[in-house]
């Protein structure tokens, strides 16, 4: 990420422990530390509300609603944000957290180790006529019952484990393949 020093432009930055970047020449030292990000399961009386991905990383695949929780907010927060931003609903603030795990988010030639932060939220009346997608960032809006979901088209990793970690518990008839 760094080729120079931003203390010193010394050339011999380095990274160290997967960590943090020290400079030897001034003790410049950066934490490159964990970004927290959110998504979240909204199921709907229609399926599972999945989103389409209108930029890279993973453009056109599908990915839930949510993002990076921005400086100043708790996840539950920036969760509703990202909700707002991205598909023009405020879900309120009664999730239920699920569970996270690790991720990582390549993003213009950086490497970001994440931690993903996953909730759930039962919406039976919510259809995608209640939604407005910011185009910018969207370029779908799908509702996907579980037996027709398919881990490969999900954007990320983590996605796909907290899927399979759903399905595995809310449909634990389907087959393993599918949860």
């Avoid at 931003?6 to 997967?18: D, G, T």
């Avoid at 909700?83 to 030639?109: A, K, L, M, V």
Wanted: charged share 20%; proline share 8%.
């Amino acid at each position: 990420m760094f080729h120079f020093c931003p203390s010193c432009a010394s050339p011999k930055i380095r990274f160290e422990a997967h960590t943090l970047f020290r400079c030897p020449d001034c003790g410049f030292v950066y934490y490159h530390n964990i970004a927290a990000a959110t998504g979240c399961i909204i199921d709907t009386d229609e399926g599972v509300l999945l989103l389409v991905r209108a930029k890279e990383p993973a453009q056109g695949k599908l990915d839930l609603p949510g993002g990076f929780v921005g400086p100043g907010e708790g996840a539950v927060e920036g969760l509703r944000r990202e909700c707002r931003e991205e598909i023009g609903w405020d879900p309120g603030p009664h999730f239920s957290f699920f569970t996270s795990f690790p991720n990582t988010y390549p993003y213009q030639g950086i490497l970001y180790n994440t931690c993903d932060l996953f909730f759930t939220l039962s919406a039976p009346g919510l259809r995608e006529e209640d939604l407005h997608r910011d185009p910018q960032e969207i370029g779908g809006i799908r509702f996907i019952k579980p037996a027709q979901m398919l881990m490969e088209d999900l954007a990320f990793d983590s996605t796909r484990r907290v899927m399979q970690a759903f399905l595995a518990r809310q449909h634990p008839d389907l087959s393993p393949s599918m949860a």
